[in-house]
């Protein structure tokens, strides 16, 4: 049984859905995914996909008055039915982790996979995720051992527009302007973990995690 809820941080491109989706389909945990949520939006063209489409193609983020809402509903839901989950992609700006506060947001580690930046600029642009369950693959160190398709279902695999080289340039200065004062945010809060990226294995940073949020 999941103690904890977990925020994950980290470049686009540090692992955070693939390893969520590794705990999920570990543990009794759901990955709260705001990129798959807009991405979703976006394939069912719904009023909110039509006004975030752009924005999201070209890398930069969705307003937090959207996001916040979207995530507070989210949120209700899950402690109302007694779920742990993981917020991945969520916060991604100061705003968003105030406003997790004053939802008295508590119960949560934060789960910082730090990695070099050149290191995820090759990830992306070799990345391909399934159509359909949307887990993550990587050419170099993650290949679908059914390329092209997916491992876990068959479907097929396909890239993300905004995994193009000029929205990868776009997104991790966004990143580093908006995002990475997350970390001294949750560190003087207590609550940031830091993994090492590159000298672990998904295997081994899901046990890392596991041990964190069962022991703390
Ligand atoms: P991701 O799949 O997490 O890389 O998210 C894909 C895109 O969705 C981002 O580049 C943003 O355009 C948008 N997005 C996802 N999460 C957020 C968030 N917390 N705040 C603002 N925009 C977001």
Known sequence: MVEKNIIFLGMPGSGKGTISSFLQEKE?????????????????KTQLGLEV???????????????????????????KDNKKFILDGFPRTIEQAKFLDELNFDNYVVIYLDVEKE??????????????????YNLSNFKSKKHPNCENDDNLLI?????????????????QQQ??????????????????????????????????????
């Open 159 to 175: 890239q993300r527009p905004d995994d193009q080289p000029s929205a990868i340039e776009k997104r991790l200065e966004v990143y």
């Open 28 to 44: 009794d945990i759901i990955q709260v995914s705001t990129g798959d949520i807009f991405r979703e939006e976006i394939k069912n």
């Open 53 to 79: 489409e752009k924005i999201v193609s070209l890398g930069a983020y969705v307003p937090d008055s959207i996001t916040n809402e979207i995530v507070k509903n989210k949120i209700a839901k899950l402690e």
């Open 119 to 136: 290191e995820v600029i090759k990830r992306l642009s070799q990345r391909f995720f399934c159509s359909k369950c949307k887990r993550s």
């Open 179 to 216: 995002t990475e004062p997350l970390i001294d945010f949750y560190k003087k809060k207590n609550k940031l973990f830091v993994i090492e990226v590159n000298n672990n294995s998904i295997d081994k940073i899901v046990d890392k995690i596991l041990f964190i949020i069962n022991s703390k």
